[in-house]
């Protein structure tokens, strides 16, 4: 496609590909510039916001129902785009990953990528979704420059997916407990490209790159009630299409990107007050604190008798000031003209095909979840494994050495999380292998090595690796049990320290660790402690 | 035209495309038992002449340059002519080959026209519109590339209406083109262009695209063959989208023959269309029977229906008592022809111009100005939209976009596309039914022959009831071959009027058949324009 490229090159040659020009007059644009001056202003708010978050959940009035629907567009990490060869990497130079067909060029045509429907019946059946098997494609028709061909293919009124449901367990620190979200439908549909402004806002450049990227499009039933709710719906979604491995799920690469719809009703109304779109939220925290924003000004404005000032209208976080602003009111419902999508033939789903999807799929976080709770593990443990694919991952290879569950859970809840953090590593970066790990627990639990020594040894497995075998050979760390040999050092420190012998013979029986001390440093730690316990007080006391 | 002793294709041929000696031959078709009016295949002609070196490819070229100089200033057939220069650098390279011994392409050095819609790397390619002036693909449309593989010659882009709407070259953005039988008269369009180039032998054979008759009625009005291919037979990746579910990229041909090889060179599956059919391609050829072998009743037992409704009120006289020929001439040839009703076959019209123009309204968004072709420069986005839209579109292209967008709108989805989508269903299977009766359908191509420049202008709704003879074929998907049968008085030499057969879907090998043979016995027809008449000889 060089061609082209050089082709715009020429028309526009003072750009570096192709683009267009426009004037800063369109109202999207102008929300761009007020954001720039309004971050830079109110940087320092920021802060107090955020300490204030939990505080203002407790704060929220209680003649209020606030409703929270969302609207998650998750980009597929298929190897090509949606409908022709183009690869996409996140970040490259703006237009070098286009083609015909991606740029909407007179002449070209989509072809669909299967994986595509893979994907989405994958994430179909993990939100326990009824799946279209006769669906199709429609355009949904809008004017963008960042849209090439003048209309997305999506799907309109047969989605791939429908009526499913996402299981979440709320965190201990926001109360507990478990949580069903209705999903109304999952659709698959085509990325946009995006919009380069230039900085002295003379004109716009479009980069392509994204153009034709598969998505899927999530909407939730308005089943969310606050902002945490929220965030956990959304970390849940994050999590299982990270764990089906259809999307990277990268909230700050616009992987992941979640759109809100909040409203607030009196208590006992049925009907809904009329609802807030709330965009620009690239984290869940954001998410969580822009709904709760959101739901405090609504019921304010309800509580003051200024209903009728919240009004249908697409409001944007501003992460700076901690508050959402409006971005533009919609006159009336936009009508895309959708039709069905004449280039592509309908989407057909075989039984055979669903169910060999369906026998693949992994072991999901809510599943997970269920498993490890009857293992006995804590809500807490649970969710630190199970919400994590690679540390679920790790836990149950070690599980499956044989290790005890609640062991295995300890050590990865409190060394092993703990060194991550210091060293701000992921489970996939330490050197510590599954297999070691539960060499090292069965270790500890037949003797051969001490507890103390364990932890010693843990450490430098997570750093060096290497195998817990070769450590303790090579450092000659084996657990010593023969209570003859503990015996004589028993017998040593005894003899060596006759002063501390009278004082605890004289009563002071709190030396009994002085003792031990002596002796387990004699034996570089190694003395089995409960036989050195044992063999002591005998000595000591008799 | 020199007597050629048989076909039997000197150097073998790319193994797709073997014809098989004893079918169709040169003999055959060049030398009828009495001097005759069937055409032959200037294909296989040609291909045998360079093949046993009795004329070069240069030569050829030479001598097509020759007569687009004299007719070109005329017809305004090309919206775009390669250089002089890279057509003989072709040419020279192909004898070269030819000298070598070297393997050519069954289209080697056949000259080929490409409507302006179908796109081409190494040309510009506009649709006929203002806002792609200058436009130059970066990619061949997949029919050019075949094309191309198979050793053909483009040799320029055929003016057409803009963007495919309209039915005479009037709506093309840079000129009309005039029909070589009588210049003060349309060529038809869509593909006006293709239609002219062929009849007037400014080429061998022509790519032109159908959506509602497009490559049809501009046969009918040349008097050439003019085949519509069954919906998916051939990829319609790098053709302009005018309407998609109806789109068909079709062959013409100055004989049944060149349409089919043609045809055959250009169809099969492409993964770059999915709407592009896994069918197996036939040898439409092998099934052709020669004209001298052929039985005194070659066509019995085929059944024919001629359409009711295609030759009641409204249709031109000299129109019916053509095609009323043609059906005595099928059954001299054995074949049983009766009238068939086909009562939804009015509704086509009405269906046809909602779903083409809901379809237009979307396809042509993308002419924003904003990728490729010609941008306004605006102070806002809005005003850049509209500006370019509003200098780059013409006026009948904006009032379809502007029908298209209406019938689309929230409230009047379900009163027009839908329902129209609903009337296609009916014509399908009416069609269906129709064809489980009889093998062909015919009716005419047109309801008249060409009519005057200037003449149907102003009257776009009369311009559209043109179509009724051609919009249901793209309704149903089917597969349609148009060839001249007959003349209607104008002046010396007549108008040539155009026979449509329809077929079963995917079965373009029987209406190649059936059309050779009608093509090749109908006598006291000579379907080669005044214009040229004097130089082909």
């Known amino acids: 496609m060089s061609y082209t490229i050089f082709r715009t090159f020429q028309l526009h040659p003072f750009l570096l590909y192709p683009t267009s020009i426009l004037k800063l007059q369109n109202r999207f644009f102008h929300s761009t510039t007020i954001k720039a001056t309004q971050s830079q202003q109110t940087q320092t708010q920021t802060k107090h916001s955020t300490s204030t978050q939990s505080k203002k959940l407790n704060n929220l009035p209680k003649d209020y129902e606030p409703i929270i629907g969302i609207e998650t567009h998750v980009q597929l990490s298929t190897n090509t785009k949606a409908f022709c060869n183009c690869p996409y990497n996140y970040g490259s130079f703006p237009n070098t990953s286009i083609c015909p067909v991606c740029m909407g060029l007179p002449g070209a045509l989509p072809v669909l990528n299967s994986k595509v429907i893979e994907f989405a019946v994958k994430l179909g059946l993990a939100l326990n979704c009824e799946l279209a098997f006769d669906s199709k494609f429609d355009r949904k028709q809008y004017f963008y420059p960042d849209l090439p061909k003048g209309y997305q293919i999506s799907q309109f009124d047969v989605p791939i997916a429908s009526s499913g449901f996402l299981d979440v367990d709320i965190p201990l620190e926001y109360g507990g407990g478990h949580k069903r979200f209705g999903i109304t439908r999952v659709h698959m549909e085509e990325d946009a490209g995006k919009l380069l402004h230039t900085e002295n806002g003379n004109y716009s450049q479009v980069d392509l790159n994204r153009a034709g990227v598969p998505l899927l499009e999530i909407v939730s039933e308005p089943d969310m009630r606050n902002g945490i709710e929220a965030a956990e719906y959304a970390a849940e979604l994050q999590r299982l299409v990270r764990y089906l491995g259809v999307s990277n799920g990268n909230m700050q690469e616009g992987s992941l990107r979640c759109d809100v719809n909040v409203s607030v009703r009196p208590i006992g109304q049925s009907k809904f007050g009329t609802k807030v779109e709330v965009k620009n939220l690239n984290s869940f925290a954001s998410m969580s604190r822009a709904i709760d924003f959101e739901i405090a000004r609504q019921v304010q404005l309800h509580s003051q008798g200024q209903a009728d000032q919240i009004v249908q209208e697409t409001r944007s976080w501003e992460e700076g000031s901690q508050r959402t602003i409006t971005m533009r009111k919609k006159e009336g419902l936009a009508d895309y003209r959708y039709f069905p999508e004449p280039d592509l033939p309908s989407v057909i789903l075989y039984q055979e095909y669903v169910d060999g999807i369906k026998n693949s799929l992994p072991e999901l976080p809510e599943g997970k979840r269920r498993r490890y709770e009857k293992m006995g593990l804590g809500m807490q443990d649970v969710l630190f494994l199970a919400n994590d694919k690679n540390i679920a991952e790790f836990f149950d290879a070690t599980l499956a050495k044989g290790a005890d569950a609640k062991l295995v859970a300890n050590w990865i809840m409190s060394d092993i999380a703990g060194f991550m953090k210091n060293e701000k590593l992921t489970i996939n970066d330490i050197k510590l292998t599954p297999e070691e790990l539960a060499e090292l627990i069965a270790s500890i639990k037949d003797g051969t090595i001490s507890g103390k020594i364990g932890k010693e040894i843990l450490f430098e497995l997570l750093a060096e690796g290497g195998s817990v075998k070769e450590i303790i050979e090579k450092k000659d760390l084996v657990q010593i049990t023969d209570p003859v040999e503990i015996e004589k050092m028993v017998d040593k420190a005894i003899a060596d320290n006759p002063k501390q012998v009278e004082q605890y013979r004289g009563g002071k029986t709190k030396l009994q660790g002085f003792f031990a001390g002596q002796v387990m440093k004699a034996s570089k730690g190694k003395a089995n402690p409960g036989l050195l316990n044992k063999i002591l007080l005998e000595k000591l006391n008799s | ?537």
């Open chain 2, 1 to 537: 035209m020199k007597m050629l002793s048989t076909l039997q294709t000197p150097r073998s041929t790319l193994s797709r495309f073997s014809l098989p000696s004893s079918t169709i031959t040169t003999q055959a078709i060049l030398t009828h038992p009495q001097p005759t009016t069937a055409p032959p295949s200037q294909i296989l002609t040609l291909r045998h002449s360079l093949l046993t070196n009795t004329l070069s490819a240069t030569d050829l070229i030479q001598s097509h340059l020759t007569r687009i100089r004299l007719t070109e200033p005329h017809l305004r057939s090309f919206l775009h002519l390669p250089s002089d220069q890279s057509l003989l650098d072709q040419a020279h390279d192909l004898d070269r080959r030819i000298a070598a011994g070297e393997e050519v392409g069954p289209l080697a050095g056949v000259l080929v026209a490409v409507k302006d819609n179908i796109c081409t790397a190494d040309m510009p390619s506009t649709g006929g519109s203002r806002i792609l002036d200058g436009y130059r693909p970066p990619f061949d449309a997949t029919a050019v590339k075949r094309v191309k593989e198979l050793g053909g010659i483009v040799v320029g882009k055929t003016n057409m209406d803009e963007f495919g709407m309209g039915s005479t070259t009037e709506a093309s953005a840079f000129q009309v083109t005039a029909n070589p039988w009588d210049v003060s008269r349309v060529p038809g369009g869509s593909s006006g262009g293709s239609a002219a180039a062929v009849s007037a032998r400014q080429c061998v054979v022509s790519l032109g695209s159908d959506t509602g008759g497009s490559v049809r009625q501009p046969a009918s009005f040349c008097g050439v063959v003019g085949l519509k291919p069954t919906y998916g037979r051939v990829s319609r990746f790098g053709l302009m989208a005018y309407a998609s579910s109806l789109d068909a990229i079709g062959c013409f041909g100055s004989s049944v023959a060149d349409a089919g090889i043609l045809l055959h060179a250009i169809a099969g599956h492409d993964r770059f269309d999915a709407t592009s059919s896994k069918q197996e391609v036939p040898n439409f050829l092998s099934h052709f029977d020669s004209a001298s072998s052929l039985e005194s009743k070659p066509l019995k037992g085929l059944r024919i229906g001629l359409i009711r409704e295609t030759i009641e009120d409204g249709v031109d006289a000299g129109v019916v008592s053509a095609i009323r020929d043609a059906a005595s001439h099928f059954e001299a040839l054995g074949c049983s022809v009766s009238e068939v009703s086909l009562p939804s076959f009015s509704l086509g019209l009405p269906a046809y111009y909602v779903l083409a123009l809901s379809e237009s309204s979307s396809n042509l968004s993308r002419y924003d100005g904003i990728r490729y072709g010609n941008q306004v420069y605006a102070e806002e986005l809005n005003s850049l939209y509209g500006e370019s839209r509003a200098k780059g579109l013409g006026s009948e292209v904006k009032m379809r976009i502007l029908m298209g967008t209406y019938a689309l709108s929230a409230g009047y989805y379900d009163a027009y596309y839908k329902r129209a989508q609903q009337v296609r269903t009916i014509i399908r299977n009416s069609f269906k039914e129709a064809l489980d009766q009889y093998d062909i359908l015919i009716s005419p191509a047109a309801p008249s022959a060409a009519y005057k420049i200037g003449e149907k202008k102003n009257d776009p709704l009369a311009m559209y009831a043109g179509d009724i003879m051609t919009v249901n074929v793209n309704l149903a998907g089917l597969p349609a071959l148009v060839l001249p049968c007959g003349f209607i008085e104008n002046g010396p030499t007549g108008l040539p009027v155009g026979l449509q057969m329809i077929g079963a879907a995917f079965n373009e090998g029987e209406l190649l058949r059936v059309g050779h043979i009608f093509e090749q016995t109908l006598e006291n027809c000579r379907f080669v324009p005044p214009i040229v008449a004097d130089s082909v000889e």
